[in-house]
């Protein structure tokens, strides 16, 4: 079974520049989470979906973030444009069911705005 | 806002010894996870305790959670170099999101 893959796995990018991370989640995970490590900080939140539907996005920094997860299989997470503060690793990770059970994590998108 | 204090933040020991980590909260949660995570992976996630006072082990690796499930510890007994890495805590809120702490960097020196 293939895990949970992030694409690209390193990205520099110039403020106010776009950029565009990609989850693909374990085939059959209905639940999505999308997760944020900025350098020296602890792992936070950004956001949840439950299939395509966005089940809580109160993590997200602002609307410069947009999440998206087309027909509830990829995700996409674009931040346009992109600030300095952005500069971090991206997590995304998926389980079967709610928290409770096992969530797999990919290995992480880290981007830098310069 | 719930925090998670995770300590230390960094512990070089040498092989055979043993090691506790810390990870403490003034808030409750439903139950706390202990990851570890490799560099350039995410998170493998090592165990869940769900009851207060519950006690889970898993080879030298032992997990408590607090009886009221507001702080949990990492017990590793006679300490190996494969277990050098970033130990990484995690309580479940009751919005089902992940609070984590800001981990343990974990050295093991031959």
């Known amino acids: 079974e293939a895990g949970v893959t992030q694409f690209p796995s390193h990205s520099v990018i110039e403020k106010g520049q776009t950029v565009t991370l990609r989850c693909d989640p374990i085939?059959?995970?209905?639940?999505l989470y999308w997760y944020r490590r900025v350098m020296g900080k602890e792992i936070k939140f950004l956001l949840h979906f439950v299939k395509e539907s966005k089940q809580d996005e109160s993590g997200m920094p602002n609307n410069r973030f947009l999440a998206e997860r087309t027909g509830g299989t990829y995700s996409t997470l674009k931040v346009q444009p992109a600030e300095l503060e952005d500069s971090g690793v991206y997590f995304c990770a998926s389980s079967r069911t709610l928290w409770g059970t096992e969530a797999f994590f990919g290995q992480g998108t880290r981007l830098t705005v310069v | 806002t719930q925090l998670l204090e995770q300590s230390p933040q960094f512990l070089s020991i040498q092989e055979g010894e043993n090691l506790t980590v810390y990870c403490n909260s003034s808030s409750v949660f439903s139950s706390l996870q202990w990851y570890r995570q490799e560099p350039g992976e995410g998170p493998v996630l090592l165990v869940t305790v769900v009851t207060g006072g519950e006690v889970k082990k898993l080879k030298r690796l032992t997990f408590q959670f607090g009886d009221a499930r507001k702080d949990s510890s990492l017990h590793i007994t006679a300490a190996q170099p494969g277990d050098t890495g970033l130990y990484l805590c995690a309580g479940l809120d009751s919005n089902y999101q992940l609070i984590w702490g800001a981990g343990t960097k974990l050295i093991i020196k031959p």
């Open positions: 085939s059959g995970h209905d639940n």
